[in-house]
């Protein structure tokens, strides 16, 4: 059996914090765990102390409502907390308080784009969690302990869970990004995998093509990026492949990523949902949400970066791959729209173009975060209509740009502080064209002798002495009337 004959079946779990002020079940303020000093936002209700009460966010229902609508979800008008159990050293209560059988919301749809067209991937339900809290591991030569930081513990967490409809590693990833562009769209999640505000995890199974049969899964924790993630299921998808094609069994069980040696390792047996004990939160009531406080979600929701991109190809003429990379994400999205409403006169393709391609080529060299952008929409708008108006030409425009993302400033005062105002003069061009024409005899004959190429030669020849400062139009214009004598 050949490696062509098998099918690879994924499911994925997005755990997602809610961009919420307060915690989950109590007022504690939610903080960036990555900058705020240890355990500096903890009460007896996260950490988990005797005879507290939980009582429930109202915002973060709010935010996986919104989430659950934009999923296509149904909202559930009732939902219970459970209580799940298993001990690790970041959670205090030895338990984390969850939905399981009864989410908010349940049975959506999304729909994303792959180099074979649409893929509509079910979501099997999305319910409202809270996280546990940070270990920081210390290995020395003399010490090996742990510290234990519960600034994170309690922050609110939606768990978006698909159906075993994901057939390639393709389509995990667009699956994780389209979803990742709605959080941030919806403004319930910043997106920021380096903090770990939205972590995957993947249920990975292989079976022989043609078939239907769900084989042992393995689930690949600590998949922190999207270069984990592709990695991660690559390796695993390859061992389990191996261990088929020699006759053996897969084993189910958690596995984690090891993403410096690039393998993954096994954690534990896969658990079912029994072993974890699953049973009713007793102090918490049903979660009951009426169809008016849906239907107050329903008329927040924001253009979604799916109906986004439709926009911009139809109003701006743009190509889907170009609509898609724009509206994906809700900073670029903005960016560009802010712009062009800056620069009126400019053609939303010509915005995309300097957009996707100088921005983009800078943002890729040097890493550096879109939010980051020393350029704002209105600083752009003033150099695109510049080049609209002939102040200056396109390859002067990008020296502009290039300045202007590295230093600062503006378009007109690097323009002013080194002459690069563009001239469109017809005598002081026509001037250059003859000169170019007089000065190259030989390059004229061959030109006249059928070899039009030359043209092009002759139009290089004037940029270059006028400094890369004349209007490429006006140039070629004269250029072509001097060359007809």
Excluded at 35 to 54: F, I, Y
Excluded at 56 to 65: I, S
Excluded at 395 to 413: P, Q, Y
Excluded at 445 to 456: F, I, L, P, Q, W
């Amino acid at each position: 059996m050949t490696r062509m004959e098998y099918e690879i079946v994924i499911g994925l779990e997005v755990h997602a914090e809610l961009a919420t002020n307060t915690k989950m079940f109590c007022s504690c303020r939610v903080v960036d765990s990555t900058q705020a000093e240890p355990n500096t936002t903890v009460c007896p209700v996260c950490a988990g102390m005797p005879g507290v009460l939980p009582v429930v966010n109202r915002q973060a229902v709010e935010y996986a409502m919104r989430v659950g609508l934009a999923l296509g979800c149904t909202i559930n008008n009732t939902s219970l907390f459970d209580r799940k159990n298993y001990f690790y050293p970041d959670l205090p209560k030895g338990y984390q308080i969850s939905q399981y059988e009864h989410p908010i919301a349940s049975d959506g749809l999304l729909v994303v784009d792959t180099s074979k067209g649409e893929k509509a991937i079910r979501i099997r339900r999305a319910h409202l969690e809270e996280d546990t809290g940070k270990l920081t591991h210390v290995v020395t030569d003399t010490e090996n302990y742990s510290l234990v930081d519960l600034n994170r513990c309690g922050v609110p967490l939606l768990e978006i869970v698909t159906e075993p409809d994901i057939h390639s590693i393709e389509e995990a990833r667009a699956y994780a990004t389209t979803l990742r562009g709605i959080l941030r769209a919806l403004g319930v999640n910043s997106g920021d995998m380096e903090k770990g505000v939205i972590r995957f995890e993947a249920n990975v199974s292989v079976r022989e093509a043609g078939t239907d049969v769900l084989n042992n899964r393995v689930e690949i924790k600590n998949l922190n990026s999207f270069r984990a993630m592709e990695r991660g299921l690559a390796y695993e998808i390859d061992r389990q492949i191996k261990i088929m094609e020699s006759g053996g069994t897969v084993s189910q069980e958690t596995m984690g990523w090891d993403d410096t040696n690039n393998c993954t390792y096994t954690q534990r047996s896969k658990e079912d949902a029994h072993d974890y004990r699953y049973f009713p939160e007793p102090d918490l009531p049903p979660l009951v949400v009426d169809a008016d406080w849906v239907h107050r979600v329903q008329s927040t929701l924001p253009e979604l970066p799916r109906a986004r991109a439709q926009r911009y190809q139809n109003n701006f003429n743009l190509t889907a791959a170009d609509a898609t990379l724009l509206a994906a994400d809700i900073t670029v999205a903005q960016y560009f729209e802010n712009t062009l409403a800056a620069a009126k006169d400019v053609p939303g393709k010509t915005v995309a173009a300097w957009i996707l391609g100088e921005v983009y080529a800078y943002l890729n060299r040097t890493g550096e975060a879109f939010e980051s952008l020393r350029v704002t929409p209105a600083i752009l708008a003033d150099l695109l209509i510049r080049l609209t108006k002939g102040e200056v030409n396109a390859a002067t425009a990008k020296v502009i740009l290039a300045t202007l993302l590295e230093k600062g400033g503006s378009a007109g005062e690097i323009i002013k502080e080194k002459g690069l105002q563009q001239t469109s003069d017809p005598g002081q061009i026509a001037a250059l064209v003859a000169k170019a024409i007089q000065d190259n005899p030989g390059e004229l004959e061959s030109y006249r002798n059928g070899k039009e190429t030359v043209a092009n030669w002759f139009f290089g020849q004037v940029m270059r002495m006028a400094g890369g400062k004349a209007n490429p139009q006006v140039v070629r214009e004269e250029l072509a009337r001097q060359l007809k004598k």
